[in-house]
C-alpha cells in the first residue's frame, strides 16, 4: 500500500511527459546476440514522416537479415506489416508485406516444413490469423484464420513436444486491454481451427509480465519475451525475457533470467518488444520528444 501511494504521488508529477502526444517508438538494432544486448551503441531506424515504427521481428534467409516490423500510419491510424534490410551499420527499406483495412503490428514468423508462416496482431478483426509467405519478403497470402471472434492480441506459436502451441494475450473480460492475461491454446496442426484451451487458463494474471513482448528460441530453449507494464503508461516500461521451464496440456512454468526497466538517456521512456536471430538484435523504445 505505501509502494502503491508513492508511486501515485509519483505520477501526479510525472505523468506529463508520458502523456505527451508527440512521443513516438523507434526501432532499434544491433549487430550482436541477445545474452551481450544493451541500450547503447544502437542504430535506430528512422521514422517515416507522419508514422512510427514499432514491435520488430528478426529472421535470417539467403545469408541476409530481414526486419519485419509494425508501422503505424498517425493520419489514417493504422498499421501495416513493413520490411526492412539491415546491415551492420545501415538498412534499407524493402517495402510492405502485409496491409489490411484493419490494424496490423506484432508481426511474428515461424518456419516449418520449408514453409514461412507470419502471424500479425489482427485483434480489430477479432481473430487469429496465419499468412502463408509465397515469395520472400514481400509477396504474402492468407492461408487460414485459425481462431475467430475473439479479442486478443501478440500470439507467439512454436512447436514443441508433437504439439502447436499459441501463447496469446486474451482479453475475454472485454476491459479494453490485452496487458495482464496470458493464456495458451495447443494444437496437433500449425493450421488447425481446432485448438484446445489449457486446462490452467489463464496461465499468467499479471499486467507486470502477462503481455507478450517477443520469442527468442536458442538451441532447445525456448524464451518469452513479456511487456512490463509500467504505473505510468499502459504498456511499455520495460521488458523482461523469460526461459519455459515447462509446458504440458496440464502445467506451465517460466522463469526470468533477465530484464531492461532502466535506460541510458533521459528521452527513453520505456521498451515494449524485442527479437533476436543471435546474429542482430532488434527492439522498439518509446521516446520523449
Wanted: glycine share 4%; with cysteine; charged share 25%.
Amino acid at each position: 500500500l505505501i509502494k502503491y501511494l508513492f508511486n501515485k504521488y509519483k505520477n501526479k508529477i510525472e505523468i506529463k511527459k508520458y502523456k505527451n502526444k508527440n512521443n513516438r517508438f523507434f526501432v532499434g538494432y544491433q549487430e550482436i546476440g541477445w545474452e551481450s544486448f544493451n541500450y547503447t551503441s544502437t542504430n535506430f531506424i528512422e521514422n517515416p514522416e507522419n508514422s512510427y515504427l514499432a514491435d520488430p521481428y528478426i529472421i535470417s534467409k539467403n545469408n541476409k537479415n530481414y526486419c519485419f516490423l509494425e508501422s503505424y500510419d498517425l493520419v489514417s491510424e493504422k498499421g501495416r506489416i513493413d520490411v526492412y534490410e539491415l546491415t551492420k551499420n545501415t538498412n534499407k527499406y524493402l517495402g510492405t508485406a502485409i496491409e489490411e483495412k484493419f490494424h496490423l503490428s506484432f508481426p511474428y514468423l515461424l518456419e516449418t516444413e520449408n514453409e514461412i508462416y507470419l502471424i500479425p496482431e489482427s485483434s480489430k478483426n477479432r481473430d487469429v490469423r496465419i499468412y502463408k509467405c509465397i515469395d520472400f519478403p514481400l509477396e504474402w497470402k492468407l492461408e487460414n484464420v485459425i481462431m475467430e471472434d475473439i479479442d486478443t492480441a501478440d500470439s507467439i506459436i512454436f512447436h514443441y513436444e508433437n504439439l502447436w502451441w499459441l501463447l496469446t494475450n486474451e482479453d475475454d473480460l472485454s476491459l479494453g486491454a490485452h496487458n495482464y492475461q496470458l493464456n495458451i491454446y495447443y494444437s496437433d496442426s500449425l493450421l488447425s481451427k481446432d485448438w484446445k484451451p489449457h486446462k490452467l487458463n489463464p496461465v499468467i494474471l499479471d499486467p507486470s509480465f502477462g503481455r507478450n513482448g517477443g520469442f527468442i528460441k536458442k538451441d532447445d530453449s525456448f524464451y518469452r519475451i513479456a511487456q512490463k507494464c509500467g504505473f505510468n503508461q499502459k504498456y511499455g516500461e520495460g521488458i523482461t525475457i523469460r526461459k519455459i521451464q515447462e509446458i504440458t496440456n496440464e502445467s506451465y512454468k517460466e522463469e526470468e533470467v533477465a530484464a531492461f526497466i532502466n535506460f541510458d538517456g533521459s528521452d527513453i521512456l520505456g521498451s515494449h518488444h524485442l527479437s533476436s536471430n543471435n546474429i542482430y538484435t532488434v527492439f522498439d523504445v518509446w521516446k520523449m520528444q
